[in-house]
Nanobody, 125 residues
Framework: VQLQASGGGLVQAGGSLRLSCAAS????????MGWFRRAPGKEREIVAA????????YYADSVKGRFTISRDNAKNTVYLQMNNLKPEDTAVYYC???????????????????WGQGTLVTVSS
């Protein structure tokens, strides 16, 4: 599985961005997808995750109500809509795939076995 993340950039606080993660090698409809981020000087953390059919989602408390994860299995793509961005959202965002689960999701990074290259999101105050 190859994952290509895109959509990062520089945005002012309060603005919006939509990240995309395109999967190839296997259809994205067959695995759980997650978005993680690593801010400068901090460890990688979960942002959001979505189940195979999109029926189950998970959000970190810090992004609830502002971010939305979604997927389009026909396009093998997962999205992360980020609204009302804050300077503390500045980080490199990574998408990841968990090919081991069908009916549940995990928010532990160790549960994901394929990772994209990351896309930088910078939020200015």
């Amino acid at each position: 599985v190859q994952l290509q993340a895109s959509g990062g950039g520089l945005v002012q606080a309060g603005g919006s961005l939509r990240l995309s993660c395109a999967a190839s090698g296997r259809t994205s409809g067959n695995y759980v997808m997650g978005w993680f981020r690593r801010a400068p000087g901090k460890e990688r953390e979960i942002v959001a995750a979505i189940s195979v059919n999109g029926g189950i989602t998970y959000y970190a408390d810090s992004v609830k109500g502002r971010f939305t994860i979604s997927r389009d299995n026909a396009k093998n793509t997962v999205y992360l809509q980020m609204n009302n961005l804050k300077p503390e959202d500045t980080a490199v965002y990574y998408c990841a795939a968990d090919t081991t689960r069908l009916y549940t999701i995990t928010y532990y990074s160790t549960g994901y076995n394929y990772w994209g290259q990351g896309t930088l999101v910078t939020v200015s105050s």
